[in-house]
Structure formats: structure tokens, C-alpha cells
């Protein structure tokens, strides 16, 4: 199975501040279409997940332009510009190229 | 409005076996594969199961291969999840999940193994 390794695991960031989480895989994400699968997750406390990014950087409907995605092949990155306290949770990425498909172990964020 | 509503979740023993329902409405069901995702508790998701728009081709992770078994009625717009032979670490909230691996998610339903 892929696997994906996200860092930091806990992310304390001061409101306004900027965030960065990083995801690498342990093989290339693209797939035989050409696409690469990598999409982000959001998971607020007590929440379902929310998709944010899909195909690593485009943005899903009703996602705040703070948010973005970037990488290739095996490093991808998620973004948040300026951290409201709304984007308090736990932020996953995951690979959808290969079966089974795989998160990483997700990244905490909290505000300082 | 995209409606994803799971069901059929609850306390059962080890050994047993539970039939989770999710009902969808607000888009076309049968033009989209349908996915079976798990969290157990305070920890992260996984994939599980995923089925085609027809219902003839599923994939399952190894975990469940052989115990659990994905399912779908277009014509009822629903996803189901037959789960036997359940164990103690099949302990999750299961969440039903469609549209390009993840655009739109369930609430979730628990599922609690234990004697």
C-alpha cells in the first residue's frame, strides 16, 4: 500500500499567521490517466471530513482562497495563508491513485 | 443539495454481523461510484470499499476483504455495507462518501464491537 506521511504532525499557529503542511508518498501519485490524485481533507472537531483540494491544487467549491495546494510526484504541500479559528482541526492528505487508497495520519492544527 | 444519510450502526459482539444502510439523495446516484470510508475512535481514515456506478466492480482494503461485502440499489439510491465476522478493532464511525474520491461525505454512523 502507498503510504503517506505528513509533517508536522501538530501545528500550534497564531491567527493571521501562515500554515504549511507537508505530504510526501511512498510512490509517485500519477496515474495512468495522467491525473494525480492527491487531495487534502479538513476534519473539524465532531465533524465528517470535508474535501478541500482535489487533483493537489484545485480548490473545491465554497473553500476560502487562503487555502491552497501545490507538489508533485511525491511531495505535495497544503497552504493556508492566514489561519482564522475556524480552520481549527485536523487536515489530511490523501492519495487516490492507487488502490487501496490511503490518508496520511493527519496534521493537528491549533491556535497559540 | 448533495444528501449522504448512513444508518444501521450500533452495539454488536464480536463474531456478529451489522448491515449499514446510506441514503442519498440531491444527485444522480446511479452515475457515480460510491465510497465506505472508517474512522475509529481518535484516530485517522481509512478507505474501505468502493463500488462502480453498476455495482460490478468493488474493491475492498485487506482488512475487510472476505468479511465485509459493498453493495448498492440504484433504484432505491442507496449504498450498503454487509459487515460479519465483525472484531473489536471494526470498533469505527463508518461514513458513505461520493464524487471523485471525496467530494461529498456523510454524517457517519457508529459502529461499536464489544462483548
Known amino acids: 500500500d502507498v503510504v503517506m506521511t505528513q509533517s508536522p504532525l501538530s501545528l500550534p499557529v497564531t491567527l493571521g499567521q501562515p500554515a504549511s503542511i507537508s505530504c510526501r508518498s511512498s510512490q509517485s501519485l500519477v496515474h495512468s490517466d495522467g491525473n494525480t490524485y492527491l487531495n487534502w481533507f479538513q476534519q473539524r472537531p465532531g465533524q465528517s471530513p470535508r474535501r478541500l483540494i482535489n487533483k493537489v491544487s484545485n480548490r473545491d467549491s465554497g473553500v476560502p482562497d487562503r487555502f491552497s495546494g501545490s507538489g508533485s510526484g511525491t511531495d505535495f504541500t497544503l497552504k493556508i495563508s492566514r489561519v482564522e479559528a475556524e480552520d481549527v482541526g485536523v487536515y489530511y492528505c490523501m492519495q487516490g491513485t492507487h488502490w487501496p487508497w490511503t490518508f496520511g495520519q493527519g496534521t493537528k492544527v491549533e491556535i497559540k | 443539495e448533495v444528501q449522504l444519510v448512513e444508518s444501521g450502526g450500533g452495539l454488536v459482539q464480536p463474531g456478529g454481523s451489522l448491515r449499514l444502510s446510506c441514503a442519498a439523495s440531491g444527485f444522480t446516484f446511479s452515475n457515480f461510484w460510491m465510497y465506505w470510508v472508517r474512522q475509529a475512535p481518535g484516530k485517522g481514515l481509512e478507505w474501505m470499499a468502493i463500488?462502480?456506478?453498476?455495482?460490478?466492480?468493488?474493491y475492498y482494503v485487506d482488512s475487510v476483504k472476505g468479511r465485509f461485502t459493498i453493495s448498492r440499489d440504484n433504484a432505491k439510491n442507496s449504498l450498503y455495507l454487509q459487515m460479519n465476522s465483525l472484531r473489536a478493532e471494526d470498533t469505527a464511525m463508518y461514513y458513505c462518501a461520493t464524487d471523485s474520491r471525496g467530494r461529498f461525505w456523510g454524517q457517519g454512523t457508529l459502529v461499536t464491537v464489544s462483548s
Open positions: 463500488i462502480k456506478q453498476d455495482g460490478s466492480e468493488q
